[in-house]
């Protein structure tokens, strides 16, 4: 895929979590699964693997993050998404030891997605840049199906994880408690 994707077969969102608005991109119908963006944002290879979730029967919910969405990757577009990411009060690329404050939001986005579509709960999938905010998600009680997939965060040590520790016990809790699974993928 080197064109840009026109996103025309999902329904463009504002949603607001607590007075903070972004924008998500909506398709299907069934249980609710929210398809976090890599980077360099919702390239069409993130939309293609949207889509392919879509077709197998769930209600797709992709949050814009960062970059323009639909657009192809290119080199010097990518840069400056990742410069502006990286020193965001959103994400904490290089802090460490700490949960990013997006996922705050995202687990709003979560509870907000399983009141619309019904069903047993949510499913989230991070993907590199976003892979441990499946993890953190978790922490949404809706959220049921997290999948982290070649999480990079935090950026300067690829061997922590990107919660701050009541979050990362939390979560060990909830797995202990509600016999969550979470699925890992590492490259």
């Known amino acids: 895929m080197t064109q840009d994707d026109p996103l025309t077969d999902f329904i463009r969102r504002t949603v607001a979590v607590e007075g903070v608005e972004k924008t998500v991109y909506v398709a299907g119908t069934g249980p609710a699964v929210v398809v976090l963006p890599e980077m360099p944002g919702i390239s069409p290879d993130v939309l293609r693997l949207a889509r392919w979730v879509r077709d197998a029967g769930f209600t797709v ?23 502006r990411a990286c020193v965001s009060a959103e994400f904490r690329a290089f802090a460490g030891g700490g949960t990013s404050p997006v996922t705050l939001w995202l687990r709003g986005l979560a509870r907000r997605a399983h009141a619309q579509c019904g069903g047993p709960g949510v499913g989230a999938i991070g993907l590199c840049f976003t892979g441990n905010f499946a ?12 999948v982290v997939n070649h999480p990079s965060l935090p950026l300067d040590d690829p061997g922590a994880i990107e919660l701050d520790p009541a979050d990362a016990e939390a979560v060990r809790d909830r797995l202990a408690r509600d016999g969550l699974t979470v699925l890992a993928y590492r490259f």
Not at 69 to 77: E, H, K, L, M, S
Not at 138 to 146: G, K, M, R, S, W
Request: net charge negative.
């Open 61 to 83: 919910h992709v949050p814009s993050l960062f970059g323009t969405d639909g657009a192809f990757p290119t080199v010097d577009g990518g840069r400056e998404v990742v410069r």
């Open 135 to 146: 993890l953190t998600m978790a922490l949404e009680p809706t959220v049921i199906a997290p």
